[in-house]
């Protein structure tokens, strides 16, 4: 009623002032509906289109997705090769923006979180279900968490991808910028290439040592086992040795109570062949004793060279190991939470649980960042392609904090930790600096998963926690030159906003299949 009322009265006033009245409002009505329509076309981002650069594209290093923009953009070495729009998570169901890689590849996954719903060309970057994968574009968030790509373009993606490849979430637009620092690895021509004949040596080292161990672990079983043998027998001789003397105490008391001649003559007989047995038991004890007393300072050499032989084989198979490793990209974590650095390296052996590949965490370090209470950012600084004999380095800046380079000068890396990497350090390799802790994504089959905390991560929350997640060390030796993986407790995982609704305990990263 109050509507039409106000519309009788204005139509009432119009023709109280007539045509040129009306036409003014005509006109005033028109510029404003203009000018809201055109803030409305300001106040929204510009709808992403796929598209590929002008030129030929190498080989992708990353891809940055901007929750802002809902948008994917993959970059080589030389630039942006891909763009295309995507969706990510909804709230309460969002995308966490952090740092990640891909894990996993599968051109057919269905997700058995919800539904069955085919998410074709999935590759994973957490092992609790976030993932990028094809799927429908509305124009907006829409997902559950993972980032729905177009499916022409989440196929052409996938087939050109590999395991490991850097995967930024960021909460607004970011991108790679040249970046140059004195830290940075230098690596050496004459290291590199040394290092695949350095790797094949000590291979065949460690090969050779591991025989040996396993000769002198035999070695040393065999006296053992004699020494063992020799005490046995010892006490067998001084068995029959008491009851050959028992045999001649009584034919000696035999032959004194004997009345005849004959009686006499058969404990004589017994007499002598018991002190015959007796003697000759005696001998074999003190020769069967000289055995025995000489077998202790056997077998302690034997065990002495077995343990050389052991520790040879872990030495030669840690080089070995770190030898070959050498031959890989290596990536270095910063986290200003705990103080750490931690470096991580795949090894490209199979996850023993099936999934993923097996990634080297055996540098472990305390790092001294200058101004620890004061937040230096999060930034993933890469070494994109060589530079001569240097590397061609980019970063990029997804939070809050000091530049990539300000951060770079107030950490000071170990020398022993430099020394390690710097002079094999190939294209790929990367150096990660964040305010953040290792998420508990962080895994002995992942490289590195830190999360903003700052930032919403409801993709996390609504997905079913696993068992404990496990991190690679180097207390048990593996195989195929890579070792020295068993799999403690993640000591320090990222809480930040993943607590679960209505409890005090944190989600832990799922096993495969869970979405």
């Known amino acids: 009623m109050a509507n039409r009322s106000t519309t009788a009265r204005s139509t009432v006033a119009m023709q109280r002032w007539g045509s040129p009245a009306i036409v003014t409002l005509a006109v005033m009505a028109a510029l404003t509906a203009l000018t809201a329509d055109a803030a409305a076309k300001q106040a929204r981002p510009k709808p992403a289109t796929e598209t590929a650069a002008p030129r030929d594209a190498g080989e992708p290093i990353m891809a940055i997705v901007s929750i802002k923009t809902q948008q994917v953009t993959i970059y080589d ?47 994973r970057i957490t092992w609790n279900g976030i993932a990028l994968h094809g799927g429908p574009l509305p124009g907006y968030a829409a997902s559950h968490g993972c980032v729905r790509m177009p499916f022409g373009f989440a196929e052409k993606l996938f087939d050109r991808t590999r395991i490991g490849m850097r995967v930024i979430v960021s909460p607004d637009d970011a991108e790679p910028v040249e970046f140059s620092h004195p830290v940075l690895f230098v690596p050496r021509s004459e290291a590199i290439a040394a290092a695949p004949t350095r790797a094949e040596t000590l291979a065949r080292e460690a090969a050779e040592a591991a025989r040996t161990a ?44 004997a009345k005849t001649d004959e009686a006499k003559a058969r404990a004589e007989d017994l007499k002598q062949k018991a002190a015959a047995k007796s003697a000759e038991l005696a001998n074999q004890i003190n020769t069967a004793r000289n055995d ?19 520790t040879r084989k872990a030495d030669t198979a840690r080089a070995a190991s770190e030898a070959k490793l050498a031959l890989e990209p290596v990536s270095i974590y910063i986290s200003r939470a705990t103080q750490k650095l931690y470096v991580r390296r795949p090894t490209h052996k199979p996850a023993p649980d099936g999934g993923g590949i097996v990634f080297d965490a055996t540098i472990e370090v305390p790092v001294t960042i200058r101004n620890p209470e004061r937040p230096i950012g999060t930034h993933v600084l890469t070494a994109v392609a060589r530079n001569g004999a240097a590397l061609r380095w980019t970063a990029v800046t997804i939070d809050n904090g000091d530049n990539a380079k300000a951060a ?35 895994n002995y089959r992942t490289e590195f998963v830190a999360v903003l905390s700052t930032e919403p991560q409801g993709g996390f929350i609504t997905r079913r926690p696993s068992a404990d997640v496990l991190i690679a060390s180097d207390d048990v030796q593996g195989d195929n030159g890579f070792g020295f993986f068993n799999f403690p407790r993640d000591p320090a995982p990222q809480t930040g906003n993943t607590r679960r609704r209505g409890s005090g305990q944190y989600y832990r990263p799922m096993q495969p299949g869970w979405w």
Do not use: C
């Open 408 to 442: 770079l000068d107030r950490i000071t890396i170990p020398q022993d930790v430099l020394d390690r990497i710097a002079p094999t350090a190939l294209p790929r390799s990367s150096i990660v600096i964040s305010d953040e802790p290792l998420s508990s994504e962080t």
């Open 214 to 257: 396993e000769e002198a672990k035999k070695a040393a079983a065999a006296v053992a086992r004699e020494a063992a043998s020799l005490k046995v027998s010892l006490r067998k001789l001084e068995q029959l040795k008491t009851r050959a003397d028992a045999e001649f105490a009584y034919a000696d008391k035999t032959l004194a109570a």
């Open 292 to 310: 025995a007393q000489s077998k202790p300072g056997a077998a302690a050499a034997a065990k002495d060279a077995a343990k050389a032989a052991e």
């Open 77 to 123: 070495a030389d630039g942006w090769i891909l763009r295309a729009p995507v969706s990510t998570g909804t709230t309460g169901r969002e995308t966490p923006a952090g740092v990640f890689a891909i894990l996993e590849k599968n051109k057919d996954h269905r997700s058995s979180l919800y539904d069955d719903a085919e998410m074709p060309n999935m590759q």
